[in-house]
């Protein structure tokens, strides 16, 4: 393994100092918190940092809090596990504490943050494979789009075909998430699903608009009164795994029977990005949950959520699952 | 001297002097084919296993006597050793499937803590991660480092990794006799013509199956250790115990090798040879003089050591109304990579009046497949038990009734108890798929299996009795997984009348006595009875060297759990008195094969439950039973193990196993256990194991039999809950998405 500078700041200012302003030195200053992505890209050396920024020493980045407004506010340093654990992330941002359980395994959770699983790398196994130079890594060509794509993209694909692995990602944009990134200059704050980018819109070997100096330090999740979610994944192997696909739904519902008033909808697993489809989720606005017109709505939701789906020669079996996926998000959620 | 017992207890006499003779049935293995034959054996009083409600320790359950060392990380596996002045070695693995690869060392041998860089194959490489090139360095970390500053000047070659680059008309070369082998053909083609046009139905359909890896816990590899010119330890997570240290002598160069296998992480089939790693190993030791640890990474493992097989079996398949088979065609291709694959042909346990059928190998630039429990037998079965199940809906028949009507009374009478503990007599779909329109839905599945698994005379055991009550079992052998410490030590305790805990078996050391080599589940029934002769003696010699001191005789002496009584002095001395009564040197005695406490021959019915969710296409097995004979089971938990392990792992093999290569680039993509999918705890079904205790023969192996019908019985299982008929392994959601959306269509 290539030797590496191991810098461990006890505050984020002196952190944010060891960030590089050059867009040419980003992977070979890499911020550390948990080490589940990044120890195996470091492995398989698909990066050769010579500096990691230990995150890990700096005090309060592992808070999970609720402002007196009700806005969830998570640290970058909280553990998945603390997250699928805390009392009011599960009674009121149901889907946030849902997909940090999905998340791998307990041994994972309890190491992985937040921060490194909003930031984390494509699982493709053509970008996993050091021997495959794609585009990912700087290559000339996405293997994945005339190669084995059982895994990737459906939608929003090219010139890139992978799928952002993160579950938290799906479900935080169902809660219009904001994120805080924090640079030696200043703060910006932006929607979460403006922090994702598609491969066609900028940098193709990068998956986040994230600047080389900048780290996010916190998740904000507004509240939400009147709001019930739920996050569901499809994995293929049970016991740990990431998405074949996953689906987050959040409705916000009164009356009685309880009348669908607000829905967001966003998909996971199937697109280089949280894959965020409000016209789908408009269809479910008006009708009561569980009922007859419900289920039709449901299903008319899975129809428009795959708009504009282009699966590849091994991948189309993703659009029936995430129809599938919707229909019984929505159940689980009329369940309630 | 007593009179029921003889002389000696290795030259056993009848009472005139004159040995009397005995015709008893051993297993014999020919052409692979193992097949029971007649002997004549000396007719002397010997070891028995006795009536079952006798038996103390066998037959009953237990924990392993090794459990808790392994669970608490004390047991010593191979990975584990560590010896003075050790270098840590790493191979370097050409990434293309075929190239002309030139090794530059120079940059590796600059390391630090790099000790030796060698070439270990240049030009021409013929698989995926062939290694070739070596780093042996101080740390593991340094042996990496030297190991990617290697450089490979890699010329690519035109590659076949798939069968249909392998047979395409312009296929690169893979096997210099042709990239598909010349097939092999059993039947008559014109009779089974004639015999389909009796039968009131036929089906045909392609099956197949892709390659499995055998994920062995534990990566192949030895650590060696030359202390001098003559002599070699070697540390080797092996199956094979005695074979490899004489395939280790060759490249060490010494006249004795010493093989320590104490605990491995499992060989499924995989490790019975030195291998390259092994070769590496030994002659780095021999020139460097210090010992050298050499295990493969997970990806070296995944890519250079074996695999299962895979095939693709066309089957045509037809029957009389009442569902009794009539004709059977088959066309079967083994992908074996540069080897020639297995299958234990078609048609498969069921009989068919007239059958046909043609093999072949196709050749692949991928590593060769090696032995995978029970060899070629998953593969045949999933291609039989599917056309089967498939018949008999076209015919309309049960599903358990087609299979009895086709197997023998032993089959048929484990296949209804397999259907009534899976509730087979209150499940809906008998003859027809569930073709509601219920979203969730659940289907049964059948399937049978068989394996040999007699022993044969290879194994010496000694059993010692210590003046201060200890008892000591010894033999070679290593423990695959299978438990043979335990049971080595439960057989003498039972003879001995010792509670578990008073006999230590030393196992896993060539030193301790020579021992077969575990494959074809063939230790038990070789082991056991050479350890229950062992304990046998010594419980002769220990009773005539007491009656000596009691001035008694041996046969008034009775040894139970409460020590030995002697009818003549109406005394009664305590284990540890009677053994005090010893001479210094105890007693030691010897054990070899005994054919009366063996048999051969198990078989097996095993149904699977699952459950479809076919809004997602998710596939979950609920249920999975498994009616298992063995003869005498030496420890009910661990036979009972066995079953659950072989279930476990067909389940995985059937939802999730598959070895993936690139076809364009020919790169390994699921060289390791995130892409490679294996069943975890949530996979695993309720389980039930159900040994057929109307089995009253000896011991006999039966491990490789439980891995045989699973995958089977849960594509059938799949079938009945929906509908679609997965008849390409694994049977994932994306097939069964797509199965049912056809099925909508029409």
């Not at chain 1, 609720?66 to 654990?85: H, M, R, S």
């Not at chain 1, 704050?189 to 994702?196: Q, R, V």
Request: hydrophobic letters at 40%.
């Amino acid at each position: 393994m290539k030797a590496f500078e191991f810098a461990s700041p006890v505050t984020l200012d002196q952190a944010l100092a060891e960030l590089p302003n050059d867009v040419a030195k980003r992977d070979s200053v890499k911020l550390f918190a948990g080490g589940q992505d990044l120890l195996t890209e470091m492995k398989e050396h698909l990066v050769e940092p010579t500096k990691l920024v230990n995150l890990k020493r700096v005090p309060g980045l592992d808070r999970i809090e609720l402002a007196p407004d009700g806005t969830l506010v998570i640290g970058c340093l909280a553990t998945l596990g603390a997250l699928a654990e805390h009392a009011e992330t599960k009674n009121f941002f149901t889907c946030v504490a849902e997909a940090a359980r999905s998340v791998g395994s307990a041994q994972i959770r309890s190491q992985g943050t937040v921060g490194g699983n909003l930031n984390q790398r494509p699982r493709c196994w053509y970008y996993r494979n050091e021997h495959a130079p794609c585009l990912k890594k700087g290559g000339t060509e996405c293997f994945a789009y005339s190669g084995l794509n059982k895994y990737n993209a459906i939608l929003g694909g090219g010139p890139s075909y992978i799928v952002h692995p993160s579950d938290l990602a799906t479900a935080l944009v169902a809660l219009d998430a904001q994120v805080t990134l924090r640079s030696a200059k200043g703060e910006r704050t932006m929607a979460l699903e403006k922090f994702y980018s598609l491969p066609s819109e900028g940098d193709v070997t990068r998956e986040t608009v994230l600047e080389p100096a900048e780290i996010l330090t916190h998740v904000r999740v507004p509240a939400k009164s009147g709001w019930q979610s739920t996050y569901l994944k499809f994995k293929e192997r049970g016991s740990y795994d990431f998405a074949l696909a996953a689906v987050a739904v959040a409705v916000k519902s009164d009356g009685a029977p309880r009348t669908i008033r607000d829905a967001r909808l966003v998909l996971g697993g199937v697109a280089p990005k949280p894959w965020n489809v409000p016209k789908a989720a408009a269809a479910l606005v008006g009708v009561a949950l569980g009922s007859a017109e419900g289920a039709a709505s449901s299903k008319r939701a899975g129809e428009l959520a795959v708009v504009g789906a282009e699966p590849l020669a091994h991948n189309a079996y993703k659009v029936p699952l995430v129809q599938g996926l919707i229909v019984k998000a929505i159940e689980a959620l009329a369940a309630r | 001297m007593s009179s029921k017992l003889p002389a000696s207890p290795l030259e056993p006499r009848a009472q005139d002097g004159a040995p009397k003779k005995k015709k008893i049935l051993v297993p014999k293995v020919e052409n692979g084919h193992e097949t029971m034959v007649e002997i004549e054996v000396d007719d002397v009083a010997g070891p028995e296993w006795g009536p079952r409600e006798k038996l103390r320790l066998l037959n009953h359950e237990f924990v392993r006597v090794d459990a808790v060392d392994k669970v608490t990380g004390r047991a010593r596996y191979t990975h584990d050793v560590r010896l003075a002045g050790m270098l840590y070695a790493k191979f370097v693995a050409c990434p293309l499937p075929h190239a002309e690869v030139r090794v530059d060392l120079s940059a590796a041998k600059q390391v630090p803590g790099v000790v030796e860089a060698r070439v270990v194959r240049d030009g021409e490489i013929r698989f995926v991660g062939q290694p070739v090139a070596v780093v042996a360095a101080k740390t593991r970390e340094a042996a990496e480092d030297g190991a990617r500053a290697i450089k490979l000047d890699l010329k690519p070659l035109p590659f076949a990794v798939t069968r249909e680059q392998s047979l395409a008309a312009n296929a690169p070369e893979v096997n210099r006799r042709g990239n598909a082998s010349k097939p092999d053909e059993r039947g008559d083609a014109a009779e089974v013509t004639a015999a389909f046009a009796r039968c009131a139905a036929a089906i045909e359909a392609t099956y197949s199956v892709p390659v499995q890896h055998h994920a062995c816990l534990e990566t192949h590899g030895a650590v060696v250790d030359v202390p001098s010119n003559d002599a070699a330890t070697v540390y080797h997570s092996t199956q094979a115990t005695f074979a490899s240290a004489g395939e280790f002598k060759g490249p060490l160069k010494v006249s004795d090798v010493e093989v320590i296998n104490e605990h491995m992480g499992g060989g499924f089939g995989s490790k019975f040879e030195a291998g390259v790693e092994g070769r590496v190993a030994s002659e780095l030791a021999r020139d460097l003089k210090v010992p050298i640890h050499l295990m493969l990474s997970r990806k070296d493992e995944f890519l250079a050591a074996g695999n299962r097989s895979g095939c693709t079996a066309t089957v045509k398949l037809g029957g009389t109304q009442d569902g009794k088979l009539v004709a059977l065609s088959a066309s079967v291709d083994r992908f074996g990579g540069l080897g020639g694959g297995s299958h234990a042909g078609l048609p498969y346990i069921y009989s068919v009046e007239t059958s046909h059928r043609s093999m072949r190998s196709v050749y692949t630039h991928l590593d060769g497949n090696r032995a995978m429990r029970a060899p070629g037998h998953p593969q045949a079965s999933f291609a039989m038990e599917s056309a089967l199940d498939e018949l008999a809906y076209a015919l309309g028949v049960d599903l358990v009734e087609i299979r009895k009507r086709n197997v023998g009374d032993v089959h048929a009478k484990q296949l209804e108890r397999a259907a009534r503990e899976i509730g087979w007599a209150e499940h809906p779909h008998k003859s027809k798929p569930d073709l509601s329109d219920a979203v969730v839905k659940v289907g049964i599945g059948f399937g049978l299996s068989q394996w040999g698994g007699g022993g044969h005379p290879e194994c010496r055991v000694t059993v010692d009795i210590a003046p201060d009550g200890g008892v000591r079992a010894t033999v070679g052998s290593q423990d695959l997984g299978t438990g043979v410490r335990t049971y080595v030590a439960a057989i003498v305790a039972e003879e001995l009348g010792l509670p578990l805990g008073g006999v230590t078996a030393r196992i896993g050391r060539t030193s301790y006595g020579p021992a077969n080599a575990s494959g074809g589940s063939v230790t038990t029934a070789s082991l056991a009875p050479a350890v229950k002769h062992a304990a046998f003696n010594a419980k002769r010699s220990l009773l005539e060297a007491l009656a000596k001191t009691l001035a008694s005789a041996p046969d008034e002496l009775v040894l139970d759990t409460q020590g030995v009584y002697d009818a003549r002095s109406k005394r009664r001395l305590s284990w540890k008195d009677a053994c005090a009564t010893l001479p210094p040197a105890g007693i030691s005695a010897v054990g070899e094969w005994q054919a009366n406490l063996a048999s051969n021959g198990v078989h097996g019915a095993q149904a699977a439950k699952v459950r479809v969710d076919t809004r997602t296409g998710e596939i979950q097995v609920v249920k999975m039973v498994c009616v298992q004979d063995c003869g005498l089971p030496l420890n009910r938990t661990g036979v009972r193990s066995q079953i659950f392990g072989g279930m476990i792992q067909a389940l995985s093999y059937a939802l999730f196993e598959e070895r993936v290569i690139e076809p364009d680039l020919g790169l390994a993509l699921n060289a390791n256990f995130e892409d490679y999918k294996l069943a975890a705890s949530r996979e695993i079904p309720e389980m039930v194991a159900i040994l057929d205790d109307d089995d009253t023969r000896g011991v006999i192996g039966m491990a490789e039999a439980t891995i045989v019908p699973g995958h089977s019985a849960i594509a059938n299982a799949i079938h009945n809950a929906c509908g679609v008929r997965l008849r390409s392994m694994p049977l994932t959601c994306d097939k069964l998405l797509l199965g049912l959306a056809a099925l909508k269509k029409g």
